[in-house]
């Protein structure tokens, strides 16, 4: 084989691999949004790297990094399912109950409604009117009293149900990973990732981009986009608040400064809008120390 048929080859064999990369982090993605939205971001971050840097060294190395996003992927994937799962089951067991009991309510006005209607069929009504009056009055205010519960006990049991739904929808929510608008890492997942650098006996570099000015939906997106692209694969992008963003940094704070500075530039300035308005986004940025974070 010809050296230029060997650099064909290896020119083939890269443009295979990071094919390949972008594949699989599109199926993460689209398998389980809720996990893979952010190992989507990930592989894609380590495949524009590795585009830019193709010795075999930076091969090598982004195979062991891929197996190890795959690894963790599959754990965390499982474990939302699961999840998901107990959720699901305890929703449809919680709503069971509620419509059994609202059933036997149903059987208990039914049956005390019957009572009334047996009763006015049999009821010798008097002649005399005023009489006749009251007797009916009598009887239009047990009819009444007998719908009116019907119908509280009908809004609370109806409430019960709304609540038990929301109830296993926040506790799915609590599951995610990816916060939803972005497909970054989401608040809690930061948090996790805190405590569990901290917990090994290090202590977390984190940086924070806060963004200034009209800050919509397509704006959060779009920086998001800007923010991730300018950090490395291991760096864990975070959507902190509708307004800030935070960097889990493998590094010095010295250096994670010295990167914030370098970035700004690229956050700051005019964003296009689909509607093709612009808006002009400020960022104040920088390291800041985790006891300064509201942890809730």
């Not at 009598?138 to 009819?143: E, H, I, M, T």
Request: proline share 2%; aromatic share 6%; with cysteine.
């Amino acid at each position: 084989m010809t050296d230029t048929e060997q650099l064909s080859a290896l020119h083939t064999a890269v443009g295979s691999y990071l094919s390949t990369l972008l594949a699989i982090s599109e199926c993460l993605g689209a398998a389980c949004p809720e996990v893979g939205a952010t190992y989507r971001h990930r592989l894609s971050r380590l495949r524009s790297r590795l585009a830019f840097d193709v010795t075999p060294e930076a091969m090598i190395e982004s195979t062991v990094v891929v197996e190890r996003e795959l690894a963790d992927y599959s754990k965390k994937a499982a474990q939302y399912l699961a999840e998901h799962a107990i959720q699901i089951r305890r929703a449809v067991e919680g709503l069971e109950t509620i419509v059994n009991s609202l059933a036997q309510r149903q059987d208990f006005y039914g049956a005390r409604l019957r009572q009334f209607a047996e009763q006015m069929q049999s009821e010798p009504y008097p002649t005399d009117a005023e009489q006749l009056s009251e007797v009916v009055a009598l009887q239009v205010s047990g009819l009444m009293g007998c719908v009116e519960s019907m119908g509280h006990d009908s809004q609370s049991l109806v409430a019960r149900m709304h609540a038990e739904l929301a109830g296993a929808s926040q506790r799915l929510r609590e599951a995610e990973i990816t916060d939803q608008l972005t497909g970054l890492i989401n608040r809690r997942e930061m948090q996790r990732r805190i405590e569990q650098s901290r917990a090994a006996g290090q202590e977390p570099v984190v940086l924070v981009f806060e963004l200034t000015g009209d800050v919509r939906d397509e704006v959060a997106q779009q920086a998001a986009a800007r923010i991730s692209s300018q950090f490395r694969h291991k760096d864990l992008v975070c959507r902190w608040t509708e307004r800030e963003f935070l960097v889990l940094f493998h590094g010095t704070a010295d250096i994670a400064q010295e990167r914030t500075e370098e970035i700004v530039p690229w956050i700051t300035g005019r964003y296009a809008l689909a509607n093709g308005e612009s808006v002009d986004i400020g960022v104040e940025a920088g390291v800041i120390a985790v006891h300064l974070l509201t942890m809730q």
